[in-house]
């Protein structure tokens, strides 16, 4: 595998650079990154047998890193839980279709977690092998080589990535070494241009979380090019200002992130170029980068790049890009989301999987080389959405993204939203229907739907719509706090609605069927 090496590269070629730095102070050479992987790699390979998916369970810690590449050489895809955001029963149902995929041929009928936090327990948890984070670090300091032969390359799987599924359990996005390599490739270009592999120690910021797949755009170019990957801690994340003064002291070129969490940071006056003199380059995805957001972002860094992307987890994190200009941000007209990369095909299609000519609206159909392989588990989701086409004489998959948009006459992508129930908030995406399907579990509720609130163009919040079974036997506010305690319990807080509104009934369309449109009105 190409990153692999790379890494490899580095740490022999500069071995006290720094590969993880924390806001907390916690850090490792890429010296050390590498040595702690290798040896993690073969106990890893002495557990597991090649191919079976490994979960890593931890926060912003730099062992989570040398989790994921110790995975890699022992040629096991990683499966990331964020222990801040996920609940254990999201927890314990990705177990559960981990040990579903396992035949139990080689005497492993155990999923083995890679615990660098404390590992949940729940009732609903599955046999699992856990090796706690005191027991990892006693790994690393041993001394130990992987075997290259076991490296993930090519088809293999380097990550599965559960992303919120439609009825109500996760499904996992499985991305090859290809793919990943490919996205790698492509994302040192965009920073470093002409030179893309070259290593120059730029810092990265890493604020998303592990299971969200913005976090492999740094993961890939700070450890890809050489770099350094600047984690805002768990503990960091709890303050605005605590994150705010984190960012002063990172050292940071290149900014990764969604547009909102840059929308919290310009609340603050002084966040600019005086408080980050090194950053170049802002990086956003996951979510619609407001015009507004963009011209304050380039009135504050006056020496920093905006770029925009766009791109599902589906295809490996983003596939377009563009520069925004002064003048684009200025313009009343949305931000495009750009151009594909070399080796990408954007099609808009109709209903019919027809191509519509520039200008008109349809769905949005991925083609090439960092289309993931489909869905871990789930032949069915995959044959739904999944495909193939030829692109430049060679067989690429491609993905039915479910997305709304067009392409311009320059071959530019617009991104409308999204064909169906599923929506970006924060960047993190979302099911509304799985939402719904925990509301409608509830016994005190007889009906519930899920709809977002939009403000300046962009969801601002979900709102949970329901139609308890009997009266409230309390404050309609009150309820709603049980409501969302409830929810808590098997969704990330990111899912969980903002607000609950009770209703003696939910409206209809004129065919009987629920009227959406009008929920989303409602604020």
Not at 186 to 195: I, K, R
Not at 306 to 319: C, D, I, L, M
Request: charged fraction near 20%; include cysteine; aromatic fraction near 8%.
């Amino acid at each position: 595998m190409k990153y692999l090496e790379n890494i490899e590269r580095v740490a022999r070629e500069w071995p006290c650079r720094t590969a993880v730095r924390t806001s907390t102070g916690m850090s490792l050479t890429y010296r050390e990154l590498w040595a702690a992987s290798e040896a993690l790699a073969e106990q890893v390979g002495k557990l597991v047998e090649r191919g079976m998916p490994v979960i890593v369970y931890g926060n912003k810690d730099p062992f989570m890193v040398v989790c994921f590449l110790a995975c890699m050489k022992a040629g096991c895809p990683y499966v990331p839980i964020d222990g801040n955001s996920v609940p254990p029963q999201r927890t314990a149902s990705i177990a559960t279709q981990i040990r579903a995929s396992m035949t139990g041929d080689a005497g492993i009928e155990a999923p083995l977690v890679l615990a660098v936090g404390s590992f949940p327990t729940c009732d609903d948890m599955p046999p699992v092998t856990v090796i706690e984070h005191r027991t990892i670090g006693d790994l690393v300091a041993a001394t130990g080589h992987s075997d290259r032969d076991r490296w993930i390359d090519g088809e293999d799987l380097a990550y599965i990535l559960f992303t919120s599924g439609s009825t109500g359990a996760p499904k996992g996005v499985e991305v090859t070494a290809a793919c990943f390599d490919n996205f790698c490739a492509w994302d040192l270009e965009l920073v470093h241009g002409n030179t893309p592999e070259r290593s120059d120690g730029r810092v990265w910021l890493d604020q998303a979380p592990f299971s969200f797949d913005l976090s492999v755009f740094e993961l890939a170019g700070a450890l890809g090019g050489g770099g350094t990957l600047y984690s805002l801690a768990a503990e960091t994340q709890l303050s605005m200002a605590a994150q705010f003064a984190a960012l002063k002291e990172s050292g940071a070129d290149i900014w990764v992130s969604t547009p909102s969490f840059a929308e919290l940071c310009l609340a603050y006056a002084d966040f600019d170029q005086s408080a980050m003199p090194e950053l170049r380059l802002f990086l956003f995805c996951g979510e619609t980068l407001p015009n507004a957001t963009a011209a304050r972002l380039l009135e504050r860094f006056p020496r920093a790049r905006v770029v925009n992307t766009y791109g599902p987890t589906e295809s490996t994190v983003a596939v377009t890009s563009v520069e925004v200009t002064t003048e684009m941000a200025a313009s009343p007209e949305p931000l495009p989301v750009g151009a594909p990369r070399l080796g990408t095909r954007i099609r808009i299609v109709d209903g019919e999987g027809r191509s519509v000519p520039a200008g008109a609206f349809g769905e949005v159909v991925i083609e090439g080389d960092t289309v993931a392989r489909g869905y871990f588990g789930r032949p069915d989701l995959t044959t739904r959405v999944f495909g193939t086409a030829v692109l430049d004489g060679a067989a690429v998959r491609a993905y039915r993204t479910g997305d709304e948009g067009y392409l311009d006459a320059e071959g530019m992508l617009h991104f409308r939203g999204r064909l169906d129930l599923q929506v970006k908030l924060n960047g993190f995406r979302i099911e509304l229907g799985e939402i719904e399907g925990h509301l409608r579990r509830l016994p005190e509720i007889a009906a519930a739907a899920v709809a977002p609130v939009y403000r300046d163009g962009k969801i601002s919040h979900l709102v949970a719509h329901v139609v308890p079974s009997e009266p409230l036997g309390d404050t309609p506010f009150r309820a709603g706090l049980a409501l969302k305690e409830c929810l808590a319990e098997f969704l990330p807080h990111y899912m969980v609605p903002k607000k609950v509104a009770f209703h003696e009934s939910l409206p209809m369309t004129g065919n009987g069927k629920l009227d959406r449109r009008a929920l989303t009105e409602k604020k």
